[in-house]
């Protein structure tokens, strides 16, 4: 592989793993791990949660400089688990850049878990959180189907449609709420307020809003300040498409309590 090809290698691995909610820490830490065990001299990293910027001195003595755009995406763990492993393998095992693309290129073709599994632990959580928050057992077994839906929705709208990431949120919160009217309108359920907090958990921007807090706290105050702008921007249009939803409905046909 050219040493043109491996420094791409590198600048590659750094946008799958903070693309995937990685820290821009242990983003950095992964990226400084290959470059040494690729021998790739003078090299220097600087991160921010939407942008890489790389240089270094190539085989040949050249100086080459990587400028990457990161896409605002969703959550991806196994991505960032795996890579950060590869990367001390790189150095433990003397691993080469074509076996290391070989294994970049099995972690973006690998799914951590399948769809069907995914969707029914959205279904799980929307129930138990409705439970958790004081809905009764009917309550919380009508969020599961709707939880299970919600995934079947939002991989519509993210991965086949490509839409922004706001914009699905917007819709999904829509979605669920006016199942979960159409559940009490029915006489299935009990509370809807309870049904939609369960069902609107799996959107809640848990992981963008710790990122943002541990780059504060390291003084990365720019990718912080991006990560809680995306945490907000998130958490507004949940609360938009819930709110417009019920005052619609509650406007329409009347019945619910707001």
């Given at each position: 592989?050219?040493?043109?090809?491996?420094?791409?290698?590198?600048?590659e691995v750094g946008v799958?793993?903070?693309?995937?909610?990685?820290?821009?820490?242990?983003?950095?830490?992964?990226?400084?791990?290959?470059?040494?065990?690729?021998?790739?001299?003078?090299?220097?990293?600087?991160?921010?949660?939407?942008?890489?910027?790389?240089?270094?001195?190539?085989?040949?003595?050249?100086?080459?400089?990587?400028?990457?755009?990161?896409?605002?995406?969703?959550?991806?763990?196994?991505?960032?688990?795996?890579?950060?492993?590869?990367?001390?393998?790189?150095?433990?095992?003397?691993?080469?850049?074509?076996?290391?693309?070989?294994?970049?290129?099995?972690?973006?073709?690998?799914?951590?878990?399948?769809?069907?599994?995914?969707s029914l632990a959205s279904?799980?959580?929307?129930?138990?959180?409705?439970?958790?928050?004081?809905?009764?057992?009917?309550?919380?077994?009508?969020?599961?189907?709707?939880?299970?839906?919600?995934?079947?929705?939002?991989?519509?709208?993210?991965?086949?449609?490509?839409?922004?990431?706001?914009?699905?949120?917007?819709?999904?919160?829509?979605?669920?709420?006016?199942?979960?009217?159409?559940?009490?309108?029915?006489?299935?359920?009990?509370?809807?307020?309870?049904?939609?907090?369960?069902?609107?958990?799996?959107?809640?921007?848990?992981?963008?809003?710790?990122?943002?807090?541990?780059?504060?706290?390291?003084?990365?105050?720019?990718?912080?300040?991006?990560?809680?702008?995306?945490?907000?921007?998130?958490?507004?249009?949940?609360?938009?498409?819930?709110?417009?939803?019920?005052?619609?409905?509650?406007?329409?046909?009347g019945g619910i309590s707001?």
């Open positions: 592989m050219k040493s043109k090809d491996v420094f791409d290698l590198v600048a799958l793993m903070l693309s995937g909610s990685g820290e821009v820490g242990r983003t950095q830490d992964t990226l400084n791990a290959m470059a040494k065990g690729f021998k790739i001299k003078e090299f220097k990293c600087y991160l921010i949660s939407n942008g890489i910027f790389l240089s270094g001195i190539l085989e040949d003595e050249k100086v080459d400089v990587r400028i990457e755009v990161v896409p605002v995406k969703g959550t991806n763990l196994y991505e960032v688990e795996t890579l950060n492993l590869l990367s001390r393998r790189v150095i433990s095992e003397n691993l080469s850049p074509e076996e290391v693309k070989k294994e970049v290129d099995r972690i973006k073709k690998t799914e951590p878990y399948p769809f069907w599994f995914t279904g799980l959580g929307c129930a138990s959180f409705c439970y958790f928050f004081k809905g009764t057992l009917l309550d919380s077994l009508l969020a599961f189907p709707i939880g299970v839906l919600l995934w079947c929705f939002y991989d519509l709208l993210a991965d086949k449609h490509k839409l922004p990431k706001i914009i699905c949120n917007l819709f999904s919160s829509m979605f669920i709420t006016l199942l979960a009217c159409i559940f009490v309108h029915l006489g299935f359920a009990d509370n809807v307020d309870k049904i939609v907090i369960g069902a609107i958990m799996p959107l809640v921007p848990g992981v963008p809003f710790v990122n943002a807090i541990r780059n504060f706290f390291s003084d990365d105050y720019l990718s912080g300040v991006i990560r809680i702008a995306d945490a907000f921007l998130t958490a507004l249009s949940v609360g938009v498409g819930v709110g417009t939803t019920m005052i619609v409905w509650n406007t329409v046909i707001l």
